[in-house]
């Protein structure tokens, strides 16, 4: 497709069941964002790919978070044990160029939220 | 302190009317600036970008930055409804130029 398309749109998991969540960003994209965006907030940096490597995953808020891209273009992003603080919305986003480059356009899916019950 | 604030809103003004958005950043080296749009259960796009001190110009559009006050703004003229959403703030920071968001000002445009 043209644009990053995300799987799951919507997901409802009981605490402590583990959730995968998937990205497909637009083909030969190099760079791949996951954004945590809780209600009412902006979204929150939680890790970035380049190609297949995890460059960076600061963001990730626990050791429950994991996060791969083994070929360079689909991403997941798993919850194992989820709690009720991980329900939020799940921004996937790519961009070309490495980073956001100057532009700072990133190009992003139209999410998957997840409602932890 | 977050490294992008702006005032979570809601900014209501009437149609016709210039809606102005506000946002402070902390990070004194940050060179890039962005406004993005998000309507309500979609996701975030680019509107406006912005590098150098003054203003920037796109249609009903005017981006204003002045590095010495760590301050952007997003002035919209001629408000409509469909403008309608939340406006983040966001700049580059940290490794990677990853974008940092503000938590957004919602903007409510009324007939």
């Known amino acids: 497709g043209a644009g990053v398309s995300q799987s799951p749109r919507y997901k409802v998991a009981k605490r402590g069941q583990d959730v995968a969540l998937r990205c497909d960003p637009i083909s030969g994209h190099v760079s791949l964002f996951w954004y945590q965006q809780a209600l009412g907030q902006g979204p929150e940096f939680l890790t970035y790919f380049q190609n297949e490597a995890q460059l960076d995953k600061s963001g990730l808020p626990s050791d429950r978070f994991f996060a791969e891209r083994p070929e360079g273009s689909v991403s997941t992003l798993k919850i194992q044990r989820t709690q009720q603080e991980d329900s939020a919305v799940y921004l996937c986003?790519?961009?070309?160029?490495?980073?956001?480059?100057?532009?700072?356009?990133?190009?992003f899916g139209e999410g998957s939220r997840l409602t932890v019950l | 302190q977050k490294e992008v604030e702006q005032n979570s809103g809601p900014l209501s003004v009437p149609e016709g009317a210039i809606a102005s958005l506000n946002c402070t950043y902390s990070?004194?080296?940050?060179?890039?600036f962005f406004w993005y749009r998000q309507y309500s259960g979609k996701s975030p796009e680019l509107i406006m970008s912005?590098?150098?001190?003054g203003d920037k110009e796109d249609g009903r559009f005017t981006a204003q930055l002045n590095k010495a006050s760590q301050y952007v703004s997003l002035l919209i003229r001629d408000s409509q409804p469909s403008d309608s959403a939340t406006y983040l703030c966001a700049v580059i920071g940290g490794g990677y130029n990853k974008l940092i968001f503000g938590a957004g000002t919602r903007l409510a445009v009324h007939p």
């Open positions: 912005i590098y150098s001190n």
């Open positions: 986003a790519s961009s070309l160029l490495v980073g956001a480059t100057n532009t700072g356009e990133l190009f």
């Open positions: 990070d004194r080296v940050s060179q890039s």
